[in-house]
C-alpha cells in the first residue's frame, strides 16, 4: 500500500525557518505533492502544490527532490501563527479531487 | 467577505432526529465537497458535487444525503442521527476536477455536530 510519511510533530522558534518533511512510498508521475495546514478548530488552508519543479509562493516554499518521493515544506520566517497540523497530500488530476489527509506534522512554533 | 460559508457552526442534537448542514460559496467555484473530522482529528471526504452532480461518493451510511440546488450551495441532510455521527463536518469548494487546481481547496470553518 502506498505510504505518506510525515513527523508527528516539530518544533521551531519564532523568526527561523520551519522546514517539514514528507515521503511517499511510491508516487507516480502524474501525482501533485500538495500541503495543506489546519490551524486549531479552522478549517484546513491550502499552501502550496508542485509536481517535480521547486514551487514559491507568498506563504511557503516547496522542494520536491528528484524521484519525487520527498518533499520540504519551507516556511521561510515561522510566526507564531504558524503553529498548525502540516499534511503532505498526493493528487492525480483526475474526474474527482479527493484529498487524502493522513496524520500530517504538528508544528509549533515557541517565542 | 467569508469565501466558504457554513450554517450552523454548532449543532447538538439527540440520537433519532434529523438535522442539515447548509454550505455556501461566493467563489464561482463549481466543485463542492462534504469532509468529516472525527474525534480522533482524521479528516476524510464524504461527498464531492460538480456542477451539480454527484461525481464521489464515499462509503458513507446512506443516512447521509447531500443536496446541492445550485453550483454555489452544498448541503447536507442527516437522517436519524447517531451518537457515531458526532464529528466536525467541513465544506470545501474548488475548480473543476481534471485540473490540478481541483485539488486546490478552500475550506469553509466547519460545523460541530454533537449527538447526545
Known amino acids: 500500500d502506498a505510504k505518506t510519511t510525515q513527523p508527528p510533530s516539530m518544533d521551531c522558534a519564532e523568526g527561523r525557518a520551519a522546514n517539514l518533511p514528507c515521503n511517499h512510498s511510491t508516487i507516480s508521475g502524474n501525482e501533485y505533492v500538495y500541503w495543506y495546514r489546519q490551524i486549531h478548530s479552522q478549517g484546513p488552508q491550502y499552501i502550496i502544490h508542485g509536481l517535480k519543479n521547486n514551487e514559491t509562493n507568498e506563504m511557503a516554499s516547496l522542494i520536491i527532490t528528484e524521484d519525487r518521493k520527498s518533499s520540504t515544506l519551507i516556511l521561510p520566517h515561522a510566526t507564531l501563527r504558524d503553529t498548525a497540523v502540516y499534511y503532505c497530500?498526493?493528487?492525480?488530476?483526475?474526474?474527482?479531487?479527493?484529498?487524502?489527509f493522513g496524520e500530517g506534522t504538528q508544528l509549533t512554533v515557541n517565542p | 467577505d467569508t469565501a466558504v460559508s457554513q450554517t450552523p457552526k454548532y449543532l447538538v442534537t439527540q440520537m433519532g432526529n434529523d438535522k442539515s448542514i447548509k454550505c455556501e460559496q461566493n467563489l464561482g467555484h463549481d466543485t463542492m465537497y462534504w469532509y468529516k473530522q472525527d474525534s480522533k482529528k482524521f479528516l476524510k471526504i464524504m461527498f464531492s458535487?460538480?456542477?451539480?452532480?454527484?461525481?464521489i461518493n464515499e462509503t458513507v451510511p446512506n443516512r447521509f444525503s447531500p443536496k446541492s440546488p445550485d453550483k454555489a450551495h452544498l448541503n447536507l441532510h442527516i437522517n436519524s442521527l447517531e451518537l457515531g455521527d458526532s464529528a466536525v463536518y467541513f465544506c470545501?469548494?474548488?475548480?473543476?476536477?481534471?485540473?490540478?487546481?481541483?485539488?486546490?481547496?478552500?475550506f469553509g470553518p466547519g460545523t460541530r455536530l454533537t449527538v447526545t
Open positions: 497530500i498526493k493528487g492525480r488530476v483526475t474526474s474527482g479531487s479527493r484529498l487524502t
Open positions: 458535487y460538480n456542477n451539480k452532480e454527484l461525481i
Open positions: 470545501a469548494s474548488s475548480l473543476s476536477p481534471g485540473l490540478p487546481t481541483s485539488y486546490e481547496q478552500y
